[in-house]
């Protein structure tokens, strides 16, 4: 069956770095999403993809994030400047035709910042 | 302000029980989804609806639009189901994904 895959599983950075954490959707599908989930708390929406720029976006998602299709089958999100408080669980998901669709979710990315 | 209320938070049954978690919302939606969310951290979608009802296996998903509720029932309970429970919204305004907090669901053998 299917899945979405991300990488890495784990990652610990330094203040002030920057992460790229990648995920590779379900192939013929077109809405890609990123989500986080900080430690205790609910998953919250960052951004969703469609047609190779950013659908929505949440207040969230400001200047220090972006995403990127940079092939067909990576979907990536960087954080340029990672702040203590980003870390957490971070969850790629995809759905096929339309935001109705399921999505279907990576195991995440579990980031640690020091 | 919390858009998607989940009730109870945790909740531990004995095998065999009839389950049921509760969601209410506020906001406009497009579809309801209901997921599981395993002590791993992996989600995985269990229903998605917009109207009535949707079975899977021992899993009941029912929605009343008017009242902004929905329900997840779970038949026969059994300590493979013990995972957390989140209810979510699709917004009608920015189709973003908000997310409830979640039921932390136990079954004791």
């Known amino acids: 069956e299917p899945e979405v895959t991300q990488t890495p599983s784990h990652q610990v950075t330094q203040m002030g770095q920057e992460v790229i954490l990648r995920c590779v959707p379900i192939s013929n599908h077109l809405y890609f999403y990123w989500y986080r989930q900080i430690l205790g708390q609910k998953v919250e929406f960052l951004v969703s993809?469609?047609?190779?720029?950013?659908?929505?976006k949440s207040e969230i998602f400001d200047d220090q994030f972006s995403v990127e299709r940079p092939d067909g089958s990576n979907f990536t999100l960087k954080i340029r400047s990672t702040k203590l408080e980003d870390s957490a669980m971070y969850f790629c998901?995809?759905?096929?035709?339309?935001?109705?669709?399921?999505?279907?979710f990576g195991p995440g990315t579990r980031l640690l910042v020091l | 302000k919390n858009e998607v209320e989940q009730s109870p938070q945790n909740l531990t049954a004995q095998e065999g029980e009839f389950i049921t978690i509760n969601c209410s919302y506020s906001v406009g939606i497009s579809a309801l989804h209901w997921l599981q969310q395993h002590p791993g951290g992996g989600i995985v979608s269990l229903f998605m609806l917009s109207s009535g009802k949707k079975k899977h296996g021992r899993l009941i998903a029912t929605i009343n639009i008017q009242e902004k509720h929905s329900s997840l029932h779970i038949t026969a309970s059994h300590p493979r189901d013990s995972a957390v429970y989140i209810c979510?919204?699709?917004?009608?305004?920015?189709?973003?994904?908000?997310w409830g907090a979640g039921t932390k669901l136990i079954i004791k053998p």
């Open positions: 998901a995809s759905s096929g035709l339309a935001y109705q669709e399921t999505q279907y």
């Open positions: 979510a919204v699709t917004s009608n305004s920015n189709y973003q994904l908000i």
């Open positions: 993809f469609y047609n190779n720029e950013i659908s929505e």
